[in-house]
């Protein structure tokens, strides 16, 4: 079986059926949805050969949410929204069950760690290698952000790990297997960061506490954790195995990221069925990137999907009237039907409309010759004044211009509004080009950047946003994307104000 995990940054905007299916597996895990259930789609919902399993943020719309596809022949025995089963659902396949000592949360903590849809839960039967059928369930979760100017959302990631460490193992105690995926939103190791800075801090973060204590590694001390991280297990000292990249430095392009995106399984599967686990940096569309972990056992399909399946919601199980049952469509060339209609209004039997009375056909302005072009003026109009006269009323503005030449006793050639495309391209040029001297001339602009010594590119302006006597001030530094040192492409260390003062 192929478990894959990806966060991608808003469903709508994603990789979309085709790419889940290019995807290639029995269950694909996608975090960060950005969808509300009245904004998801069809096409997003029903993807051929899969059952999904949607929870959606209930606070926020666009925000965070998570989404579970579970190939045909990998149905799972039943699903579940969130991780404290408030938002369990009655009926056989409903719910998961074993929620663990919940003696920990108040109700109201409960109902806030599940109402920001960050977890699915789904439970499968599989068959091991060796040949022994028991029992999967997959915990698809988008973890939450520390983040460091709110104190209260470390606090809330905080919570949301004791949660899913209490789920997690109180369905592995009831026997069976457990597997994580999901963005876990921190790096575990100095190994998995591009930055680490100072180790000692660095190992002190919260989540990487937390983390130490749920994980399991080999030659470990004793004590340890349920749970293995599978790509650390098969592959414990590659470097620079990054699953996230900030788009707006272009870090991606020479991989100057973290590790956040995560398979964990817990420890007896990981040891008898882990054959591969890998990242997938390759796959675009989002500022992650895929990472999956293959199992040598294999699923044993449910013959009916649980009622959180997206197929049992009324908008797409055929239950529900579509707006588009109540619309004719009108083909194209539909013209003879809107002439009867129209009674002479002129019908443009190419859209199959009638344009409003009165209003002439935009194509009639355009049937000047090849290398003409119909104008508001006449050649000698322009010779004497410069400028166009004022505009009539559509449909009568050929008419005066046709008659114009003969009234002034034969002085005029007629030219029916057509003037010569280069007489009007070189006026044109010629007055563009001397207002943009003018204008360059009292407002010259800012002055080009430099280019830095290392790259011979033309710098990046930047504006310092941090508190302190440099606060808006600008500056220029190289436009590379930022990288380690000893690569060429990464970004050197050229900086110059941009004024000597405050700009």
Excluded at 162 to 185: F, M
Excluded at 191 to 204: K, R, V
Excluded at 207 to 229: I, M
Excluded at 391 to 416: F, I, K, L, S, W
Aim: proline share 9%.
């Amino acid at each position: 079986m192929r478990l894959l995990s990806w966060n991608v940054a808003g469903l709508r905007a994603g990789p979309g059926p085709a790419g889940l299916g290019a995807l290639g597996g029995d269950v694909i895990c996608l975090q960060e949805t950005r969808v509300t259930r009245d904004l998801l789609e069809e096409p997003l919902a029903m993807v051929d050969g899969y059952n999904s399993y949607f929870s959606f943020c209930r606070t926020r719309s666009g925000y965070s949410g998570v989404a579970t596809f579970c190939k045909d022949s990998a149905t799972p025995l039943a699903a579940e929204e969130g991780l404290s089963g408030l938002l369990a659902q009655p009926g056989e396949g409903g719910a998961v069950g074993c929620y663990g000592d919940l003696g920990a949360f108040t109700p109201q903590e409960l109902k806030a760690l599940d109402s920001e849809g960050r977890a699915v839960i789904t439970h499968h039967r599989i068959r091991t290698s060796a040949q022994q059928e028991t029992t999967l369930t997959v915990i698809n979760v988008y973890c939450p952000r520390a983040d460091p100017q709110r104190p209260e959302r470390a606090a809330y990631q905080a919570s949301f790990y004791r949660l899913l460490q209490g789920r997690a193992e109180a369905l592995l105690r009831d026997g069976g297997h457990v597997v994580i995926l999901g963005d876990i939103n921190t790096s575990h190791r100095p190994i998995d960061h591009c930055e680490p800075g100072d180790l000692e801090a660095f190992q002190e973060h919260p989540g990487r506490r937390w983390l130490d204590g749920f994980l399991w590694v080999p030659d470990g001390p004793p004590g340890q954790g349920l749970f293995v991280d599978t790509f650390r297990l098969l592959h414990p000292s590659q470097p620079y195995a990054f699953t996230c990249w900030r788009i707006d430095t272009g870090a991606r392009l020479t991989n100057y990221g973290t590790r956040l995106d995560y398979v964990l399984a817990d420890r007896a599967l990981a040891l008898a069925e882990l054959r591969d686990a890998r990242v997938l940096p390759e796959v675009p569309g989002s500022d992650h990137c895929p990472v999956l972990a293959e199992l040598a056992a294999t699923f044993l399909p449910a013959r009916r999907c649980p009622p959180l399946c997206t197929r049992h919601m009324p908008e797409f199980a055929g239950t529900q009237q579509k707006l588009s049952r109540f619309l004719v469509r009108v083909e194209r060339g539909a013209g003879a039907m809107c002439q009867a209609a129209g009674a002479g209004r002129g019908c443009s039997t190419q859209r199959g409309r009638c344009p409003p009375r009165g209003q002439g056909d935009l194509l009639s302005y355009f049937r000047a010759s090849q290398g003409q072009l119909r104008t508001g003026t006449t050649p000698n109009a322009l010779g004497q004044s410069g400028q166009e006269p004022a505009q009539d009323a559509p449909g009568h503005r050929t008419q005066e211009m046709a008659h114009d030449a003969p009234g002034q006793g034969g002085q005029r050639e007629p030219c029916n509004g057509l003037v010569p495309r280069e007489l009007m391209m070189g006026q044109a040029a010629g007055t563009q080009d001397s207002c943009t001297a003018r204008w360059r001339a009292v407002l010259p602009g800012p002055a080009p950047p430099p280019c830095c010594p290392a790259h011979g590119q033309p710098c990046a302006l930047r504006t310092v946003r941090k508190p302190g006597p440099n606060r808006g001030r600008r500056f220029y530094v190289c436009a590379q994307p930022p990288g380690r040192p000893s690569d060429p492409r990464a970004r050197c260390d050229f900086f110059r104000w941009a004024s000597k003062g405050r700009s």
